[in-house]
């Protein structure tokens, strides 16, 4: 499959100057929703456009991820097809910037990053940024942990590093930089670290991280007010409904006292979990999951 037969630009009138794109496919993991809630913010709250699409017959497994039909009454009304783009968008400057965006492919791997080198290469982008949010033993009260990679060092020199050599499944996010760096282009990507006991609901804070990380990275203007107000609106939630329930709350403490550790450098104190003055990981587990439980009640009693 010919990389060029993925995709097609819709206009070729794009007035960009070295842009910045972002990638931001959903399929890998997305803790706290964090990578879809940045995406849905910049899309609302930026001017934008369609300026290309990729061919998503080609791409998508529909037997296995089904899109959505609409019935109504005695006929089905439609097909929600998918949809895997390329938006341009536009900061508070006016500086424009790309979006690639929509549902990882199932298929033609190589193929698709081949064709996103040749996006960056035909709009002259100058830095490609991939956005992930990951589960990590650390609190919500805490300032929000952003894991940087590139493909060359001096992008994400200074930076803490939180793990060495891993194996993690493989995702289009890291496949499109590898393939990018293996290119020559500059390549980089930030993965939020949302807290692993709110993985399954919406966590605002971590998509702001994610946005100040890419503004400071694209040279981007990005107006996050409003996102940074949702921000402290749903940590302020999450404080209350912790504080009602003694388990949730000592567990959370156990969190912050560790995290609260770390930044003082006292690595001693890491195997605090595991010494019997505070919840085991079994029982921390247990509380997060009833945590979810009550958020869920909470949110179905709201919707009402």
């Not at 060029?4 to 070729?12: A, F, M, Q, R, V």
């Not at 929600?80 to 990882?104: A, C, M, N, W």
């Amino acid at each position: 499959m010919r990389p060029e037969s993925l995709y097609e630009i819709h206009t070729d009138d794009v007035d960009l100057d070295s842009p910045v794109l972002l990638h931001a496919l959903s399929g890998f993991l997305d803790a706290g929703a964090a990578r879809q809630l940045a995406v849905n913010y910049l899309l609302d709250t930026h001017e934008h456009r369609t300026v290309g699409t990729f061919d998503i017959d080609c791409l998508y497994d529909y037997r296995g991820r089904r899109p959505s039909m609409v019935f109504d009454t005695d006929h089905y009304e439609a097909l929600q097809y998918p949809e895997l783009l390329i938006s341009e968008i536009r900061d508070k400057r006016g500086t424009g910037f790309l979006l690639v965006h929509g549902p990882e492919p199932d298929f033609a791997w190589r193929a698709f990053t081949e064709a996103v080198v040749q996006i960056v290469e035909r709009f002259g982008v100058r830095r490609s940024i991939g956005l992930n949010s990951i589960p990590w033993p650390a609190p919500h009260s805490r300032p929000v942990g952003v894991t940087a990679h590139a493909t060359d060092s001096s992008l994400v020199a200074g930076r803490p590093t939180f793990v060495g050599m891993i194996v993690v499944p493989g995702h289009l996010s890291g496949g499109i930089e590898l393939a990018l760096g293996a290119s020559g282009h500059e390549a980089m990507g930030f993965a939020a670290h949302v807290p692993h006991y709110l993985t399954q609901v919406e966590f605002p804070a971590g998509a702001l991280a994610l946005l100040k990380e890419i503004a400071v990275a694209g040279d981007l203007d990005l107006d996050l007010d409003a996102l940074e107000v949702t921000a402290e609106t749903s940590n302020r939630e999450i404080d209350e409904q912790i504080s009602g329930n003694p388990e949730n709350a000592e567990a959370v403490q156990a969190l912050e006292a560790q995290y609260d550790a770390i930044v003082r450098g006292a690595e001693s104190a890491l195997p605090m979990a595991d010494d019997g003055t505070l919840p085991s990981g079994d029982e921390l587990a247990a509380h997060f999951e009833q945590f979810l439980r009550e958020m869920d009640e909470d949110k179905g009693r709201t919707d009402q």
